[in-house]
């Protein structure tokens, strides 16, 4: 990877010239890069590679995907949450949702209860198989970005955690 530093205040020819000096019949190229270095989307979106591949290898045998994950931990955690509130919770289209679902119960994991107050709402509830596979993954998930994120302090995870959370609120902190 190119220095990211020196590039940025170099300016793009100079990110260029690095790249094409380097490029040899023993490695490849290294591309100019300098005005994506100082973008939040492009930094997040490298992040999350070794992030994504953290997770495969962990979640993997246990057949998870991260919305699975994500759907387990919240319903477990929350007890008569129904369709709509995981969807907006989670945010993910209601119609997505149910698809994701409906793999969940397949799989045993999760059951759909009908209200007893209003027979419209549904809520979701994890079977004794998915409270078991919930178990598991939380154990997995309190390790699995440990060789990812070690380049951070543990002061520097939770501030990126924070930081990353701010963002996706879309809100500036509380002052004062």
Do not use: C, W
């Not at 919305?67 to 997505?96: G, W, Y």
């Not at 993954?137 to 959370?165: C, F, G, P, S, Y």
């Amino acid at each position: 990877m190119v220095d990211d530093a020196s590039h940025r205040h170099a300016g793009p020819d100079a990110g260029a010239a690095a790249g094409a000096a380097s490029g040899s019949a023993s490695g490849p190229r290294l591309l100019d890069q300098s005005i994506l270095l100082d973008l939040v989307g492009y930094a997040a979106t490298r992040a999350s590679i070794p992030l994504k591949k953290a997770f495969a290898r962990h979640m993997g045998p246990l057949d998870l995907k991260a919305v699975e994950l994500s759907i387990l931990v919240v319903v477990a955690a929350n007890r008569d949450v129904n369709q709509k509130q995981l969807s907006q919770t989670l945010e993910v289209s209601a119609p997505n949702l149910a698809v994701v679902l409906d793999r969940l119960e397949a799989r045993g994991l999760v059951r759909r209860v009908r209200g007893t107050a209003d027979r419209r709402e549904t809520f979701i509830h994890l079977s004794a198989a998915g409270r078991d596979l919930h178990r598991r993954a939380v154990q997995v998930a309190a390790t699995m970005e440990r060789d990812v994120t070690r380049v951070l302090t543990e002061a520097e995870r939770r501030l990126l955690i924070e930081l990353l959370h701010r963002v996706a609120r879309g809100r500036a902190p509380r002052r004062g």
